[in-house]
T-cell receptor
């Protein structure tokens, strides 16, 4: 089955710890994206990558970091510098030639 | 400022009661207008892409339309399983590859 997987579904961390969220796709999509969703707000773009070994900051990149060493994988690290890390994190990918993005199931991160 | 505004924020309908959801977008530079469905605790599911005014697309009980300043998602004779949050999003030439999402309309269909 082709698709986008995010793991884990739920993640709990203590304040001050870095945490890495996984995003893998076997759709052969070039572009990948990370969004954050908070209650009552639209999805906000954190980082995106249009090609391996290249990525750009989105609208709310502060306190986050990413890497894109393989086409299939785009992990997101939430660092201790992120002031309000508790949120629902969504990964998406997009094939070349179309505009629409396809989303994974999400990871709910809770930091206490 | 580029933004996508959806209305209403929430809508409760009886099963079979048709209605429409509204999405206002940034008119200048539109490259694509998207509709997604999102169930609680899950990732958004892609529904439609509209590119130009006058375009319409249908899928089961849903029909998306685009005018020169807004898009509508029409829901005909909805069923309880259509209950979800519907998200509208815009890709604009002023923002490269970055899509802007609206806050969504929470739709609840009562049996």
């Amino acid at each position: 089955d082709g698709g986008i997987t995010q793991s884990p579904k739920y993640l709990f961390r203590k304040e001050g710890q870095n945490v890495t969220l996984s995003c893998e796709q076997n759709l052969n999509h070039d572009a990948m994206y990370w969004y954050r969703q908070d209650p009552g707000q639209g999805l906000r773009l954190i980082y995106y990558s249009q090609i391996v070994n290249d990525f750009q900051k989105g609208d709310i990149a502060e306190g986050y970091s990413v890497s894109r060493e393989k086409k299939e994988s785009f992990p997101l690290t939430v660092t201790s510098a992120q002031k309000n890390p508790t949120a629902f994190y969504l990964c998406a990918s997009r094939p070349t030639g179309v505009y629409e993005q396809y989303f994974g199931p999400g990871t709910r991160l809770t930091v206490t | 400022e580029d933004q996508v505004t959806q209305s209403p924020e929430a809508l409760r309908l009886q099963e079979g009661e048709s209605s429409s959801l509204n999405c206002s977008y940034t008119v200048s530079g539109l490259r694509g207008l998207f509709w997604y469905r999102q169930d609680p605790g899950k990732g958004p599911e892609f529904l439609f892409t509209l590119y130009s005014a006058g375009e319409e697309k249908e899928k089961e009980r849903l029909k998306a339309t685009l005018t020169k300043k807004e898009s509508f998602l029409h829901i005909t004779a909805p069923k309880p399983e259509d209950s979800a949050t519907y998200l509208c999003a815009e890709l604009n030439s002023n923002r490269d590859d970055k899509i802007i999402f609206g806050k969504g309309t929470r739709l609840h269909i009562l049996p």
